[in-house]
Structure formats: structure tokens, C-alpha cells
Nanobody, 114 residues
Framework: QVQLVESGGGLVQAGGSLRLSCAAS????????MGWFRQAPGKEREFVAAISWSGGSTSYADSVKGRFAISRSNAKNTVYLQMNSLKPEDTAVYYC???????WGQGTQVTVSS
């Protein structure tokens, strides 16, 4: 049974930083690319960042490029999202996902106050 558990969300002031974690179990984590997505109230879920199985390739949405950094530890079965220079528009529930599968975490709330 695949399980993804996000953590690290919270309330932060604009300009601040947070580091999200997504711990995976139930699959050979290192075989898969991983992604972070987010969903703000009243909006559709959107792509934030992705990382290849080896960590050698990353991609970002234009809205977070230069501010967010995705990384992974295959030894710890964990993917991270370092979020810097946070803006109020980054407020959303953040989800991790295994590749393009239907395996999602439960989400972690990030709230950025102005």
C-alpha cells in the first residue's frame, strides 16, 4: 500500500521561508519522479515543481522559479520543497505526488500573511 505523508506547512509572513517534506512508503521510491502541486481556495490544483528519480533533473512552474527548490533523499524516501521569499499568493494546500500516478498525499496547508 502506497502512502505519502506531507509535513512542514504552517503560517508565515510574506518574505519568509518554509520547508515541506513528503515521506513515501510502500513502493520503491527511488524508481519514480516526484512532484509537488498546490491548490488554493476556489482554484484548480496546479503544478509547482518536479524532480527526476535520480534528482538530476528538476522543473518548476514559472510562478515559483528562483524562489522554490525541490530535492530528494532516496535513502530517506523523502522529497522536499524549500520555499523562500514566500508571497501571499503562495497560500494553498500543498500536495506531493508519485510521478504521474494517482498516488497523492493528504496535503499540508501553507498560509502566507501580508
Amino acid at each position: 500500500q502506497v502512502q505519502l505523508v506531507e509535513s512542514g506547512g504552517g503560517l508565515v509572513q510574506a518574505g519568509g521561508s518554509l520547508r515541506l517534506s513528503c515521506a513515501a512508503s510502500g513502493r520503491t521510491f527511488s524508481n519514480y519522479a516526484m512532484g509537488w502541486f498546490r491548490q488554493a481556495p476556489g482554484k484548480e490544483r496546479e503544478f509547482v515543481a518536479a524532480i527526476s528519480w535520480s534528482g538530476g533533473s528538476t522543473s518548476y512552474a514559472d510562478s515559483v522559479k528562483g524562489r522554490f527548490a525541490i530535492s530528494r533523499s532516496n535513502a530517506k524516501n523523502t522529497v522536499y520543497l524549500q520555499m523562500n521569499s514566500l508571497k501571499p499568493e503562495d497560500t494553498a494546500v500543498y500536495y506531493c505526488r508519485i510521478g504521474s500516478t494517482d498516488y497523492w498525499g493528504q496535503g499540508t496547508q501553507v498560509t502566507v500573511s501580508s
